[in-house]
């Protein structure tokens, strides 16, 4: 069980930086070099940018439990 969540907690945990990484920068950063520093059409639209920031809150609230019940896992293990 503890092998499961481990290999989950890396799965999640590179989608999260990949989905930091995509979100539209404030002026200048990692964004900018994906499109974000320029206005194109899908990078722009706020249906993209809310579904984004929605996956974006899901996958951490997955790499969440994950931390948790693999300190629960290694704390309760006999």
């Given amino acids: 069980m503890t092998v499961l969540f481990t290999v989950l907690l890396v799965i999640t945990s590179l ?5 930091v990484l995509l979100h539209k920068g404030r002026g ?27 996956i974006t809150i899901g996958v951490g609230v997955i790499w969440f439990a994950c931390i948790v019940a693999l300190g629960l896992l290694l704390a309760y293990q006999s």
């Fill in 15 to 19: 989608m999260l930086i990949l989905m």
């Fill in 28 to 54: 200048g950063g990692l964004s900018d070099m994906f499109g974000g520093g320029m206005s194109s059409g899908l990078g722009g639209s706020s249906v993209a940018e809310k579904n984004l920031d929605r």
